[in-house]
Nanobody, 119 residues
Framework: QVQLVESGGGLVQAGGSLRLSCVASRSIFRINAMGWYRQAPGKKRELVAAITSGGSTNYADSVKGRFTISRDNAKNTVYLQMNILKPEDTAVYYC?????????????WGQGTQVTVSS
């Protein structure tokens, strides 16, 4: 079992930046994959970015070139740096962890953090 706690969400103007953090309750060294999903009102939850224990990354086409995912095993933390934010990035962002995150969600979820981008 692992608990995930997100932080860093908030309200930002279009073109701005935010950095989300996800802290795990135990070492993430042996967690194969971690990532971020998001869900906007009335829409399905979708993958934003994922990273494996080896450092391989996947991004949704809509965020490529703007978002960067990284992990710090020493701090049990995964980050999502979000730049050039757009109103369509508005959503609740969820941290996810498990065997495979990029193809389908892993077993563990955080509680979510709200990101709101104003135009």
């Amino acid at each position: 079992q692992v608990q995930l706690v997100e932080s860093g969400g908030g309200l930002v103007q279009a073109g701005g930046s935010l950095r989300l953090s996800c802290v795990a309750s135990r070492s993430i060294f042996r967690i194969n994959a971690m990532g971020w999903y998001r869900q906007a009102p009335g829409k399905k939850r979708e993958l934003v970015a994922a990273i494996t224990s080896g450092g391989s990354t996947n991004y949704a086409d809509s965020v490529k070139g703007r978002f960067t995912i990284s992990r710090d095993n020493a701090k049990n933390t995964v980050y999502l740096q979000m730049n050039i934010l757009k109103p369509e990035d508005t959503a609740v962002y969820y941290c996810n962890a498990g065997s495979v995150v990029a193809i389908s969600p892993g077993a563990y979820w955080g509680q979510g953090t709200q990101v709101t981008v104003s135009s």
